[in-house]
């Protein structure tokens, strides 16, 4: 059989990591096709998952103890490979990390210790991943806790899809503030935070597009760090060398826990199709709700097309997957 495949899925949120969707897709196809030649690339689109998917790609982990959101130690650990490190709020700012909202409180140091690791250790390239963020502190937390490291020689990658002001209607208070707990009062209170710490720093960069990301951590990092901006999914492409691995494929498949109105809007399945150049690409997902051809998707094989009893998939979901796999290699990759 000429030709490989390649299998980039995102996590199944809550349920499998991607490089785990990977493993059992790559499992399926073989069960099917013994000899076939399977490239495993997990990836992610720069929210949690991004330094899983950079580790599977030969970065190395590094583990530190951090400042968590609520000021109490956190592990948490980011990927390094030569003078480059990927970095994820979510690892010492996310929202998982809470045991309770606390809108108001939630800090972003953790993630400046982060950086300021990742910089001691040589790095001056560094991709942050801002997704899952449980603060709204503007970034003061981040820089508190890059002490003295003000990042000048490094070119720092906000690697979001967050086009959001710091303020306003479509600010990092008012949109994603409730989401972490915040009442409209409180909602309020974050605002008039927020903007009186873009007056102290640089009013320019509040209205810049994703100043707003991570509850103001990109305003921080743009305004005062010299951050740019690129869609989460293009930086973890570039990452995992997605497009080394397309001359001879015969198909991709990709996928996430759900393909839905959002999928289109910077998530992974979208990106991984957008960027194929051409390679027929399918999908494995936990459920579908769009006609995944508008995604450039040909077909979206899920879960409950092999087991019907979604509480059996959501605990045992790899030999799901599996069977799923093994139906896409009889269906498309036949001799």
Known sequence: MTGHVVVAPDKFKGTLTAPRVAAAVARGLRDVR????????PVADGGDGTVDAAVAAGFVRVGRWVTGPTGTPVPASFA???????VEVAAASGLALLDRPAPMTATSKGTGELLRSAYD??????????????????????????????LRDVELVLATDVDNPLLGPRGAAAVYGPQ??????????????LRDWADEIDPSYADHPGAGAAGG??????????????PGIDVVLDLVGFADHLPGARLVITGEGSLDHQTAHGKAPAGVARASSGVPVVAVTGRCTVDPTGLGIEAAYTLLDVEPDLRRCLAAPEPVLRLLAGRIAADRLGE
Do not use: H, N, W, Y
Request: with cysteine; net charge positive.
């Open 121 to 150: 250790l040589g790095c001056r390239r560094v991709i942050l991943g801002v997704g899952g963020s449980a603060c709204t502190d503007g970034g003061k937390g981040m820089l508190e806790g890059l002490g003295d490291r003000d």
């Open 180 to 193: 972490k707990g915040a009442t409209r009062q409180q909602v309020r209170e974050l605002e008039a935070r």
């Open 80 to 86: 390094v490979r030569g003078d480059t490190a990927v």
């Open 217 to 230: 951590i990109g305003f921080a990092a743009l305004a005062v760090l010299g951050a740019t901006t690129r």
């Open 34 to 41: 013994p000899d076939l030649d399977v490239r495993c690339l």
